[in-house]
């Protein structure tokens, strides 16, 4: 353990600068996701896909070590630790995510540290970063940090918002620094000495609405900040949502890749270079 790390709130801190806000992520937002989350059919969806697709690139492994960076309020460690297959570490900048973490995963090791600067060297066989790098300006050193943290041949699954064409108000609320394109973020992926297995969008079939709600925000100035996140809804369109986006799991389950939607997730692994 490095000489500078020290414990607040029982966490050991690599990057205690940061433990109580950045510039990359709007703290106050972490009470928020612990309230809607797990009713939240975005969220919902994508932690299946996630589960899904950890299972099938380590079905072969016994206990792999899984690593989240950027974990939040642990909801996707808590989808991840149901499987009760993997010894997890969830790793986040922020305490006020970890303190709704530890209440969630109390068995669950958890630190704070520095997306860019992992305290980890060819340690997991698996990371994950879902709706991470694009916070972060540095975010080609996040996943160089990401590879150091991978043992050889271990795999990264990480997901990302998609089209810069749908960039409006929620984007700039949230903090987010990009949108990406599939050509980019392989890209950075390859420049990080990981080699792509698999890419696929998802919000698919509800891209056309996505689209349609992100219109009516360009330009617009927040007045509140639910803007920040397409969370308000109501339980009917929550539940017509979450009916729509299983027929974009059951192509992903088929492992097709679906070509355009608001999200993309890539899976790709740990080469010798």
Not at 108 to 118: F, G, K
Not at 222 to 251: H, I, P, T, W
Not at 258 to 268: K, N
Request: glycine share 6%; aromatic share 10%.
């Amino acid at each position: 353990m490095p000489d500078d790390v020290v414990t607040i709130e029982g966490f050991r801190c690599y990057a205690p600068a940061l433990a109580f806000g950045s510039a990359d992520y709007p703290v106050d937002y972490f009470d928020r996701l612990y309230r809607l989350e797990a009713q939240h059919f975005w969220f919902r969806a994508r932690n299946r896909i996630i589960v899904r697709t950890f299972r099938r690139y380590l079905q072969h492994q016994a206990r792999p070590r899984l690593l989240e960076v950027g974990c939040g309020t642990g909801y996707v460690l808590q989808g991840l630790a149901a499987e009760n297959r993997y010894e997890l570490t969830g790793l986040e900048s922020h305490i006020a995510g970890l303190r709704h973490a530890r209440g969630r995963l109390p068995a669950v090791e958890l630190v704070q540290a520095d997306a860019r600067d992992l305290p980890y060297q060819s340690e997991f066989d698996a990371v994950g970063a879902f709706d991470v790098i694009e916070h972060i300006g540095e975010d080609e050193a996040v996943l160089a940090s990401i590879r150091r943290a991978l043992k050889p041949g271990g795999i990264i699954v990480v997901s990302v918002p998609q089209h810069q064409w749908l960039w409006s108000y929620t984007d700039e609320a949230a903090m987010h620094k990009r949108r990406y394109a599939r050509r980019e973020l392989s890209s950075k992926l390859r420049s990080a000495g990981l080699s792509v297995l698999y890419c696929t969008s998802f919000v698919t079939t509800l891209l056309p609405a996505m689209y349609a709600s992100r219109l009516t925000k360009r330009g617009a100035v927040a007045n509140s900040k639910n803007d920040a996140y397409e969370f308000e809804l109501s339980r009917v369109v929550n539940a017509v949502c979450g009916a729509a986006m299983q027929f974009d799991e059951v192509l992903i389950r088929m492992g097709l890749s679906l070509p355009v939607g608001g999200s993309l997730l890539a899976v790709a692994h740990k080469h010798d270079r």
